[in-house]
């Protein structure tokens, strides 16, 4: 017969334990745009990269890295299932967006990509 001390331990092992391997939850296009298209600023990591990016009600945008190296404007639009950017000249690139725990993850093609926080 367990204790109650030692059945209290083992349920909020069980409880953390099943937290943590909670699946990531996909973003609605609803989600994306009231999370990250209001236009406040929030930090972008591409390829180990940090990026400071804003995305505005209006389709346009701006990624600056925080390196201090110039930035790139462009533009973005919600889909059914994410997002569409298109930064500079470089052709547009569409993405899902999923929570992770406190960050979101940006897949291209199912591969991640991006990595947000707020």
């Known amino acids: 017969m367990r204790s109650p001390l030692g059945l209290a ?7 953390g334990a099943s937290a ?6 996909p973003l609605s296009r ?8 209001s236009g406040a600023p929030f930090t972008a990591t591409v390829s180990a990269r940090p990026y ?5 009600p209006d389709g346009t945008g701006a990624m ?7 930035g790139r404007n462009g533009t973005w639009r919600l889909t059914e299932d994410g997002l569409c950017t298109t930064w500079g ?3 547009e690139q569409c993405f899902t967006v999923q929570r992770s725990g406190a ?3 940006v ?12």
């Open 20 to 25: 943590a391997t909670t699946p990531p939850e």
């Open 103 to 105: 960050k979101y993850e």
């Open 9 to 15: 331990m083992w349920m909020l092992f069980a409880a």
């Open 30 to 37: 609803d989600e994306i745009k009231s999370l990250f298209g």
């Open 89 to 91: 000249k470089d052709p």
């Open 64 to 70: 600056i890295p925080k390196t201090g190296t110039i």
């Open 107 to 118: 897949l291209r093609g199912g591969k991640l990509a991006a990595v947000w926080t707020k």
């Open 52 to 56: 400071t990016v804003a995305l505005k």
